[in-house]
Nanobody
Framework: QVQLVESGGGLVQPGGSLRLSCAAS????????MGWFRQAPGKQRELVAA???????GYAESVKGRFTISRDNAKNTVFLQMNSLKPEDTAVYYC????????WGQGTQVTVSS
């Protein structure tokens, strides 16, 4: 089973940037779709970005043009580069891997505030 460990969350001002990392181990996560969900208080968990094993990527409309998902296959790590952050981006961000049963990272808090 794949294990996912997240890092990179924190507090950032509006307009700032943050880079989340999700390191995978156990199985071969590069063969599966990996991505990021987020969940804010009082809201349902929503898909933010995903990357397939073939290299296709997809983004939520709310983050298009601001967030970029990428992978480092050698390190079995998926990243989420978040630019032009807004207060509404505040949430706990969860990495996932469909391996093929979905596995989750522990979550990392992202807070965008002045």
């Amino acid at each position: 089973q794949v294990q996912l460990v997240e890092s990179g969350g924190g507090l950032v001002q509006p307009g700032g940037s943050l880079r989340l990392s999700c390191a995978a181990s156990g199985t071969t996560p590069n063969l599966y779709t990996m991505g990021w969900f987020r969940q804010a208080p009082g809201k349902q968990r929503e898909l933010v970005a995903a990357s397939t094993s073939s290299g296709s990527t997809g983004y939520a409309e709310s983050v298009k043009g601001r967030f970029t998902i990428s992978r480092d296959n050698a390190k079995n790590t998926v990243f989420l580069q978040m630019n032009s952050l807004k207060p509404e981006d505040t949430a706990v961000y969860y990495c996932y891997a469909d391996s093929p049963i979905r596995r989750w990272g522990q979550g990392t808090q992202v807070t965008v505030s002045s």
